[in-house]
C-alpha cells in the first residue's frame, strides 16, 4: 500500500467544473493543493490517498476557478446611482470625471477596500485595475490576498473640462503620471510571491497625446510589462480622434505603432470595422464590459470580434463587481442583439469569465482552469438555496441560476482567504464605516454636477 501524500489542502465538491477545453463536469470531486498549485483536480480518490493540513468538505458546493475580471476600477463605487441614468457617456465626463478630480488619496484607498472586498465575495480571484492610487489598491489586494494586475491611471488633460470639449494636452502632467505609473511598475512588479503584476496604463485614446501613447509604449517594453487602455468607449472620444486624426481610435493607436499583443483594450463600443480589422491584425487583448454596454444603451459589436479572431474575455468595468451579472447580461444582450438564442451560450460565458479572461491577462498557462500544475485559485458556490435547486449540473446551472452572494469559500495562491462569506483579510465592518463618513460631503458635490437627485436620501449621511 502507499504512503498518503502530503498536502496543504483539499478541497471537495459534488461538482466539480475544471473549466478545461473538453468541457467535462466532474461529480464528486475533490482538488489537492500543495503551496499555491494545484496537484490533484478530478473524481474523489481513495481517502487515504491524502494527508491534508486541512479538509474544506464539499457537501451540497460546486467547485470551479475563481472568475477573473479582465477590466476593472475597484475605487469607483463612489460613482453608484450617480452616473447610471445619465445621457450614456456623457454623465461619464461630466459627472464622474468632474467629480474624480476632487476626491482624496485617503478616499480612494477606503473606497477601494470595499471594491475588493465586494470582487472577492463576488467570486473573483483575479482583477485588472487602472485607476488612482495604484499603491494603495496593491496594499489592499495583499491584505485580501487578491491576485492583481494593477496600473496607475496615465493622462495629460483636465478630465474636468472634457465635457466641455477642451482637450489641453499638458506634456508636464502627462510626464509626471507616467513617471508615477513606472515607479508603481517598478515598486510592486511581483510583490506578495507574484500576487501584484503591474501594467502601464494610458487612460484612453483621447485623453493621452500621441506623445504619452508613444512614450507609454516604451516605458512598458523597458519594464517588460504589458499596458490596459479603454479604446472607443464614447461618441465623444470617437468624435474627438477623427477630427484630430480622420480615423478611429484603434486605427489611430495602429498608426502610432502602439499596438501589440502586450495591450488590454477595454470596450471597442464605438469601433468601426477598420478598428476591428486594425485590433485583430495587432493582435490586441479586449476586454468586454457587459454590464455597462446595455445601461448606456448600446453594445459592441461581439459577432464581428469573435469573427475577426480577436481574444477577449468578460469584465465588470465599474460600479459593478458581479462577475454572475457580467455573464447573464452578456448573454442577454448578445442573444437580443442578434435575434437569436445560439448567438452566445452558457457555456461560453462561463468560459469567457474564467479562462477567456485569464487569455486577455496573459495568464492562460496558470490560472482560469482547475487543472494540475495551474495556481490555486478556486471558488466554492454553495447550491442548497432555493434559487439553484434542482441542481443539475450543466454551464446553464451556474450561468443563469447562480448569484454572487452563494460564493461560500475563495481560495488564491493556495491560500483560503474567504471563509463561510468572511473575507478573512479585511474588517468589512470597519471597511464600510471608512467609506460612510466620506459619503455626505460627496453626494453634495455629485448634486452640483448633475449626478445625485436625491443626496438627502442617502442612508450614509448620518
Ligand atoms: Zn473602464
Known amino acids: 500500500m502507499t504512503e498518503p501524500k502530503d498536502i496543504d489542502l483539499l478541497v471537495q465538491a459534488d461538482v466539480l467544473y475544471p473549466m478545461m477545453s473538453n468541457e467535462e463536469i466532474i461529480l464528486n470531486a475533490e482538488v489537492a493543493i500543495i503551496n499555491d498549485q494545484i496537484v490533484y483536480a478530478g473524481p474523489k480518490l481513495n481517502s487515504n490517498k491524502w494527508n491534508a493540513k486541512e479538509i474544506i468538505l464539499g457537501d451540497g458546493k460546486v467547485v470551479m476557478p475563481g472568475f477573473v475580471n479582465c477590466h476593472s476600477h475597484a475605487a469607483s463605487l463612489v ?33 477601494a477596500r470595499v471594491g475588493v472586498l465586494d470582487m472577492v465575495k463576488a467570486g473573483f480571484t483575479t482583477i485588472n485595475d487602472i485607476w488612482y492610487e495604484p499603491e494603495a ?10 491576485r492583481a494586475q494593477i496600473a496607475y491611471k496615465v493622462f495629460d488633460v483636465c478630465l474636468e473640462d472634457l465635457y466641455l470639449n477642451l482637450y489641453n494636452h499638458s506634456t508636464k502632467i502627462g510626464d509626471m503620471r ?21 501594467r502601464i496604463g494610458p487612460h ?29 468607449q464614447s461618441a465623444g472620444e470617437v468624435a474627438y480622434i477623427r477630427s484630430k486624426y480622420g480615423v478611429g481610435p484603434v486605427v489611430y493607436l495602429q498608426e502610432l505603432g502602439v499596438l501589440d499583443p502586450d495591450i488590454i483594450l ?10 476591428l480589422k486594425a485590433a485583430a491584425s495587432e493582435g490586441v487583448k479586449y476586454a468586454h464590459c457587459s454590464t455597462i454596454y446595455p445601461r448606456r444603451g448600446v453594445y459592441p459589436d461581439i459577432i464581428e470580434i469573435t469573427k475577426k479572431g480577436i481574444e477577449w474575455g468578460l469584465a465588470t468595468d465599474w460600479m459593478m463587481n458581479d ?25 461560453q460565458a462561463l468560459y469567457g469569465s474564467t479562462t477567456d479572461s485569464a487569455t486577455v491577462l496573459g495568464l492562460e498557462n496558470s490560472i482560469g482552469k ?26 446553464a446551472s451556474i450561468a443563469y441560476y447562480a448569484r454572487a452572494s452563494d460564493v461560500v469559500t475563495s481560495i488564491i495562491n493556495g491560500k483560503v482567504v ?17 467609506v460612510a463618513k466620506h459619503i455626505p460631503a460627496l453626494s453634495d458635490k455629485m448634486l452640483k454636477l448633475g449626478g445625485a437627485v436625491h443626496p438627502g436620501l442617502c442612508p450614509c449621511g448620518f
Open 323 to 347: 462577475p454572475f451579472e457580467a455573464m447573464r447580461n452578456a448573454l442577454n444582450a448578445i442573444r437580443l442583439k442578434q435575434g437569436k438564442h445560439t448567438a452566445y451560450t452558457s457555456t
Open 137 to 146: 489598491l496593491a496594499e489592499i489586494c495583499l491584505e485580501a490576498g487578491l
Open 418 to 434: 474567504m471563509r463561510d462569506r468572511v473575507v478573512i483579510g479585511i474588517d468589512e465592518t470597519k471597511a464600510l464605516e471608512a
Open 79 to 111: 460613482f453608484r446611482g450617480q452616473s447610471d441614468d445619465g445621457a450614456g457617456g456623457k454623465a461619464l465626463y461630466s459627472v464622474a470625471f468632474r467629480a474624480e478630480a476632487t476626491i482624496t488619496p485617503e478616499q480612494w484607498r477606503d473606497f
Open 266 to 275: 477595454a470596450h471597442l463600443t464605438y469601433a468601426d470595422n477598420a478598428d
Open 204 to 232: 484612453a485614446t483621447d485623453t493621452c497625446s500621441s506623445e504619452l501613447h508613444k512614450n507609454a509604449y516604451m516605458e512598458a517594453k523597458k519594464l517588460k510589462v504589458g499596458r490596459h487602455t479603454h479604446a472607443a
Open 178 to 198: 507616467l513617471n508615477r505609473g513606472v515607479d508603481f511598475v517598478k515598486n510592486w512588479n511581483g510583490a506578495g510571491n507574484g500576487l501584484i503584476t503591474g
Open 370 to 395: 482547475v487543472q494540475e500544475g495551474f495556481k490555486a485559485d478556486l471558488i466554492q458556490i454553495d447550491i442548497n438555496q432555493p434559487h439553484l435547486v434542482p441542481f443539475y449540473a450543466e454551464y
